[in-house]
C-alpha cells in the first residue's frame, strides 16, 4: 500500500475509489460548463439548460479526474471550487426550470384556472391582446355564453410553461367576462403561446392544447394558422376601395351612381381583383343622403 512517504520516492499516491472518482468528475464537468448557462435563453427552450448540465455532467462521469488522496492547500481549494461551481450550476438550472414552466405547467394551468373561474361568456375577437387592445369595441369572431360550453373551452387550454415575449399584440383575441366585466385579456401568439393579463410570460400550449386550440378556431372562427392579421381592420380597407371605386366612377358617367354589378365589372376591367371580405361577408352597396357610397358587410359586427 502506498505511503505518505511514496511521493518522496517517485511512487504515485493512492487514489480514492472508482465510484467517487466518478462523481468529482461529473462535478468538474458541471464546473466547466457553468458559464454556458448564462447564455442559454431559459425562457425561450427552456429544457436546453438542462440538456446542457446532464451533457456536461455525463462527459465529466466518464472521464474521470479525482485528484491525489493526499493533499495540498492548493488541491483542497481546486476542489472545493469545482464542487461550489457544479452547484450553483445545478441551482441555477433548477431556477430556470421554476420560471420557465412553473413545475412543467402545474403552477401555470393553476393560476390560468384561477384567472378564468366563474367567467359566464368568452369572446374570440377581431383584434390583439393586451397592447392596443379595445375588448368592448373591436368585432367579435365568436361568442361562448353556455356554462357547459364555456368549460370545454377552457379545458382545451394546457400550458407546458412560459416562452420569450414577441412584440407583436398578437391575434386573434380571447377575452373571459364576467357579469358584464371583462376580466381576462389575452390573445394568441403565433398560434404557440397565449399572452393573458395577470400572468407574466406568454404561456406556451402542449402539444395536445395547441392542436385542439388551432382546430377551434379553424372551425368556428375561420381561422387557419398563421393568420394573424385583424380581418375586421382588412374588411374596412376593402370597403374602403370599393366606395373610392364608386365615387371615380360616378366621376366619369356624368354623376350616375353604380351599381354593385357595374363596380365589379369595373374592377374586372382594370385587371384587379375585386375586394372580398376576409371574414366571408357579403357586401351591399347603399347610398347617403348626401349621394355618397357606403358598403356595407353582413359578417358580425362588420357594417
Same mark, same amino acid.
Request: net charge positive; charged share 25%.
Given at each position: 500500500?502506498? &505511503? %505518505?512517504? +511514496?511521493?518522496?520516492?517517485?511512487?504515485?499516491?493512492?487514489?480514492?475509489?472508482?465510484?467517487?472518482?466518478?462523481?468529482?468528475?461529473?462535478?468538474?464537468?458541471?464546473?466547466?460548463? $457553468?458559464?454556458?448557462?448564462?447564455?442559454?435563453?431559459?425562457? =425561450?427552450?427552456?429544457?436546453?439548460?438542462?440538456?446542457?448540465?446532464?451533457?456536461?455532467?455525463?462527459?465529466?462521469?466518464?472521464?474521470?479526474?479525482?485528484?491525489?488522496?493526499?493533499?495540498?492547500?492548493?488541491?483542497?481549494?481546486?476542489?472545493?471550487?469545482?464542487?461550489?461551481?457544479?452547484?450553483?450550476?445545478?441551482?441555477?438550472?433548477?431556477?430556470?426550470? @421554476?420560471? =420557465?414552466?412553473?413545475? $412543467?405547467?402545474?403552477?401555470? +394551468?393553476?393560476? $390560468?384556472?384561477?384567472?378564468?373561474?366563474?367567467?359566464?361568456?368568452?369572446?374570440?375577437?377581431?383584434?390583439?391582446?393586451?397592447?392596443?387592445?379595445?375588448?368592448?369595441?373591436?368585432?367579435?369572431?365568436? %361568442?361562448?355564453?353556455?356554462?357547459?360550453?364555456?368549460?370545454?373551452?377552457?379545458?382545451?387550454?394546457? $400550458?407546458?410553461?412560459? /416562452?420569450?415575449?414577441?412584440?407583436?399584440?398578437?391575434?386573434?383575441?380571447?377575452?373571459?367576462?364576467? +357579469?358584464?366585466?371583462?376580466?381576462?385579456?389575452?390573445?394568441?401568439? @403565433? !398560434?404557440?403561446?397565449?399572452?393573458?393579463?395577470?400572468?407574466?410570460?406568454?404561456?406556451?400550449?402542449?402539444?395536445?392544447?395547441? #392542436? #385542439?386550440?388551432?382546430?377551434?378556431? %379553424?372551425?368556428?372562427?375561420?381561422? /387557419?394558422?398563421?393568420?394573424?392579421?385583424?380581418?375586421?381592420?382588412?374588411?374596412?380597407?376593402? #370597403? =374602403? #376601395?370599393?366606395?373610392?371605386?364608386?365615387?371615380?366612377?360616378?366621376? /366619369?358617367?356624368?354623376?350616375?351612381?353604380? /351599381?354593385? +354589378?357595374?363596380?365589379?365589372?369595373?374592377?374586372?376591367?382594370? !385587371?384587379? %381583383?375585386?375586394?372580398?371580405?376576409?371574414?366571408?361577408?357579403?357586401?351591399?352597396?347603399?347610398?347617403?343622403?348626401?349621394?355618397?357610397?357606403?358598403?356595407?358587410? &353582413?359578417?358580425?359586427?362588420?357594417?
Amino acid at each position: 500500500m502506498a &505511503t %505518505e512517504n +511514496d511521493n518522496e520516492n517517485g511512487v504515485s499516491p493512492q487514489r480514492s475509489k472508482g465510484g467517487a472518482r466518478r462523481w468529482y468528475g461529473a462535478a468538474r464537468g458541471l464546473a466547466i460548463a $457553468f458559464p454556458i448557462v448564462f447564455l442559454l435563453p431559459g425562457f =425561450a427552450f427552456s429544457y436546453l439548460p438542462l440538456g446542457a448540465a446532464v451533457v456536461s455532467a455525463l462527459i465529466g462521469w466518464m472521464v474521470p479526474g479525482r485528484p491525489h488522496t493526499v493533499k495540498n492547500a492548493w488541491r483542497t481549494v481546486g476542489e472545493s471550487f469545482v464542487w461550489l461551481a457544479a452547484a450553483l450550476h445545478l441551482a441555477l438550472v433548477a431556477l430556470w426550470l @421554476h420560471l =420557465a414552466t412553473g413545475l $412543467f405547467g402545474f403552477l401555470i +394551468d393553476k393560476n $390560468f384556472r384561477s384567472a378564468v373561474k366563474d367567467a359566464d361568456r368568452i369572446v374570440i375577437r377581431d383584434g390583439g391582446g393586451l397592447c392596443h387592445s379595445k375588448p368592448d369595441k373591436e368585432p367579435s369572431l365568436f %361568442e361562448i355564453t353556455n356554462k357547459a360550453e364555456i368549460a370545454a373551452f377552457n379545458d382545451m387550454f394546457k $400550458f407546458s410553461g412560459r /416562452t420569450m415575449s414577441c412584440k407583436c399584440c398578437g391575434y386573434p383575441g380571447i377575452d373571459w367576462w364576467r +357579469d358584464g366585466q371583462c376580466v381576462v385579456v389575452s390573445a394568441l401568439h @403565433h !398560434g404557440h403561446a397565449l399572452r393573458i393579463s395577470g400572468i407574466g410570460g406568454d404561456l406556451r400550449f402542449t402539444i395536445e392544447s395547441r #392542436r #385542439r386550440v388551432q382546430e377551434w378556431l %379553424e372551425t368556428h372562427c375561420g381561422l /387557419t394558422p398563421g393568420d394573424n392579421s385583424p380581418r375586421y381592420r382588412r374588411c374596412m380597407m376593402a #370597403r =374602403a #376601395r370599393i366606395e373610392s371605386e364608386a365615387l371615380d366612377l360616378a366621376k /366619369t358617367n356624368d354623376s350616375k351612381k353604380p /351599381t354593385m +354589378d357595374d363596380l365589379r365589372e369595373e374592377f374586372k376591367k382594370n !385587371g384587379k %381583383e375585386f375586394p372580398a371580405c376576409p371574414a366571408g361577408g357579403e357586401y351591399s352597396l347603399t347610398y347617403g343622403e348626401d349621394g355618397r357610397p357606403e358598403i356595407k358587410c &353582413t359578417a358580425p359586427r362588420h357594417d
